[in-house]
């Protein structure tokens, strides 16, 4: 089993909709939970971080946390054509869980908002 | 803000020959940066972890010979890629970390390098 699982899509959704991105992980040392954005030969941008279990809410989007069930996800809400891209979850353990600031990656998801 | 540049954008070469990419933190210090390739369609695949003043960490299976880390100052860490042959035409895309700050890193835009 992969640490990180996320569904590589693609995922089209018409424009508005409501997007749901998810990722599940094995390593309980994960404490730190980012959301990037990787357009089309450009460097991922980061979207939502979160610590250890919760909700986070910035605009349109919004992060949730379940570290009991090992369950992060990353919701789109009307969404634009411009959310076109691919998103990427990304994990750490921190320092104190030995990881040493690393990341680790889910694959990506590609998502295509039709107008 | 917390922006990152890397420097070139792109780049051609001739094989055998070196090419250094520069990636800088802006408008934060960074006391660890980080250097990723990335293949077509494929997630980013960490290749070493650069802190400031000391040696780079490499991950399993990256020759540290041939990718050459040098991270002199707190916003300045850069990887030069020696002997470049065509199977190292990739994407690399670097990070860096703020100092003090917890665990989110910061992209740079990422270079594109294409050995002939």
């Known amino acids: 089993q992969k640490e990180v699982e996320q569904d590589p899509g693609p995922l089209s959704v018409p424009e508005g909709a409501i997007v749901s991105l998810n990722c599940t992980y094995s390593?309980?040392?994960?404490?730190?939970f980012m959301w990037y954005r990787q357009y089309s030969r450009k460097g991922p941008e980061l979207l939502m971080y979160?610590?250890?279990?919760g909700n986070k809410e910035d605009g349109r989007f919004t992060a949730q946390v379940d570290k009991s069930s090992k369950y992060i996800s990353l919701f789109i809400r009307d969404s634009q054509p411009s959310d076109s891209a691919t998103y990427l979850c990304?994990?750490?353990?921190?320092?104190?869980?030995?990881?040493?600031?690393?990341?680790?990656f889910g694959k990506g998801t590609l998502l295509t908002v039709n107008p | 803000g917390a922006v990152v540049s890397q420097h070139p954008s792109r780049v051609i070469c001739k094989s055998g020959t070196s090419v250094k990419i520069e990636c800088r933190s802006l408008?934060?210090?960074?006391?660890?940066m980080f250097w990723y390739r990335q293949f077509p369609k494929q997630s980013l695949m960490l290749m070493a972890t650069?802190?400031?003043?000391?040696?780079?960490?490499?991950e399993q299976g990256v020759e540290k010979d041939k990718f050459l880390i040098n991270h002199a100052s707190l916003t300045l860490s850069t990887l030069t890629v020696t002997s470049a042959h065509p199977e190292d035409s990739s994407f690399y895309i670097c990070?860096?970390?703020?100092?003090?700050?917890?665990?989110?890193?910061?992209f740079g835009p990422g270079t594109r390098l294409l050995v002939l």
């Open positions: 979160t610590y250890s279990s």
């Open positions: 650069s802190n400031e003043g000391s040696k780079a960490t490499y």
């Open positions: 390593n309980s040392a994960f404490q730190y």
């Open positions: 408008d934060f210090q960074a006391t660890t």
């Open positions: 990304a994990m750490s353990g921190g320092v104190y869980g030995g990881s040493n600031y690393k990341l680790t």
């Open positions: 990070s860096a970390r703020k100092t003090g700050s917890q665990e989110t890193q910061y």
